[in-house]
């Protein structure tokens, strides 16, 4: 894996506190031990206020578990309501467990020596790929203010991998320099998906496979991140407003669901030929062995019947896109 400048792909000057690009005189700095290599920054945060927060939460992840940290993380943040985090906490600390199963079930446990993942938080899926893979794992994001709790994590872990701070539109890595590309639950927060998804191609080797999950817009279900229904239903110029009267605590709701459609678009027009959309399987270790966890591995055995497959691809909860990139393959965005 070699880091490029992302706006030029030139080659990067390195020293303890930054990277530079001779090519067109970018700086990246070098914060909490994470390089930030953003553009832009992500919708809920400017740049120098995520540093600020990333700085802070780390001189607390002196002393705090990543459990704690966690905690401690949703208590200083004003705009994220307890009971949303609630239910985000326990999911992030079973993520290394779902991200073990997901390798599993997607049969990339042996693919390849490195992996990159789009979206990475705070590294769950960096964890099991180090871990139970035995690869090298490479976690980037958006968020800094996460890669830094995930970095806690990490340690906690006995995990060497890397975190970086990057746009998925424009990731610091050279062509053709991963064997495998996983991103979890990305595609419905991205400013640009199509120019990401070309993006994680350019940087996948030919072959290498590369496995996105999301959620289905079209799901009849609470809408995942917040819980609400029928946000997906409504025309997408309504739904901030609509989730403005719902949840007026909540940030502008900027994320964006798709359908399998959609969804299948998206990834042809990004350069690959032939993606290949299914239902996805749900995990949720943190679920315990009660009746919802029964109801998941009944979903899980049948998911991939030809008549429930058919039903699951308009109103599944969750896709899974698979693809690989061949040479023939060519952007069109």
């Not at 690869?135 to 996460?146: C, L, N, Q």
């Not at 994590?153 to 995990?159: H, I, M, Q, T």
């Not at 539109?169 to 053709?176: G, K, V």
């Not at 966890?293 to 698979?322: D, E, H, K, M, Q």
Request: with cysteine.
């Amino acid at each position: 894996m070699r880091l490029v400048c992302p706006q030029c792909h030139a080659a990067l000057d390195e020293t303890a506190e930054a990277y530079s690009c001779a090519a067109c005189t970018r700086t990246y700095p070098v914060v909490c031990g994470i390089p930030d290599f953003r553009l832009y920054p992500d919708p809920y945060i400017g740049l120098a206020e995520d540093r600020e927060k990333g700085a802070k939460l780390w001189e607390q992840a002196q002393r705090l578990t990543f459990e704690q940290l966690l905690h401690h993380y949703y208590d200083i943040t004003e705009e994220d309501p307890p009971d949303l985090a609630s239910h985000w906490i326990p999911h992030s600390l079973a993520e290394p467990a779902i991200a073990r199963s997901v390798l599993e079930a997607a049969g990339l446990m042996e693919a390849g020596a490195e992996l990159l993942d789009i979206g990475c938080s705070t590294g769950g899926m960096v964890i099991a790929a180090s871990r139970h893979a035995g690869r090298r794992a490479t976690g980037v994001d958006v968020a800094f203010r996460w890669l830094v709790v995930g970095r806690r994590r990490l340690r906690e872990a006995g995990v060497d991998a890397r975190l970086i701070c990057a746009n998925a539109e424009a990731l610091p890595f050279a062509d053709a320099c991963f064997d495998v590309i996983t991103a979890q639950d990305a595609l419905e927060h991205l400013n640009d998906p199509l120019r990401a998804v070309a993006e994680a191609r350019r940087v996948s080797k030919p072959g290498a496979p590369a496995l996105w999950t999301t959620n289905n817009r079209y799901a009849p279900l609470p809408e995942p991140h917040l819980h609400l229904f029928g946000v997906g239903y409504l025309p997408r110029a309504w739904q901030p407003r609509y989730v403005s009267l719902r949840r007026g605590d909540l940030h502008p709701y900027s994320i964006r669901m798709r359908s399998a459609p959609e969804l299948k678009r998206l990834f042809r027009a990004a350069g690959y030929a032939s993606p290949v959309l299914d239902p996805a399987p749900l995990f949720a270790p943190h679920w315990g062995a009660g009746l919802a966890s029964r109801v998941l591995a009944a979903y899980n055995r049948w998911r991939s019947s030809r008549l429930l497959s058919w039903a699951l691809r308009s109103i599944g909860p969750r896709f899974w896109i698979t693809v690989r990139r061949q040479s023939q393959d060519a952007f069109n965005g």
